[in-house]
């Protein structure tokens, strides 16, 4: 009976981690499908570090500030402002 439970405790295990990496994935996907987005996010999507981002700003990079003090950012605002400096 012991060797059946260690059996069925595993394949439990299985089948959470299976659906834990389908969600996550779900998630990042979702993230990913946004447009106006945190800093950390922007700066993820665009596979720099947070301070290149704020180095970008700048340089003129667009954001959005708002009342609150928050700071945002456009995914297309700022693939635009890139390709005015591509060569």
């Known amino acids: 009976m012991i060797e059946f439970e260690k ?3 595993r394949e439990e295990n299985d089948v959470f981690n299976t659906v834990y990496f389908m969600v996550k ?3 990042d996907t979702a993230k990913g499908d946004r447009d106006i987005v ?3 996010y922007c700066a993820e999507h665009f596979q720099i570090s947070v301070n290149t981002l704020k180095d970008w700003v700048l340089h003129g ?3 959005i500030r708002l ?6 950012y456009s995914k ?3 693939r635009e402002w890139l390709l005015i400096y591509q060569k």
């Open 76 to 78: 297309k605002a700022i």
């Open 61 to 63: 990079c667009p954001e």
């Open 38 to 40: 945190k800093q950390k």
């Open 67 to 72: 009342d609150s003090g928050m700071v945002l």
């Open 25 to 27: 994935e779900a998630v």
């Open 7 to 9: 059996s069925l405790l």
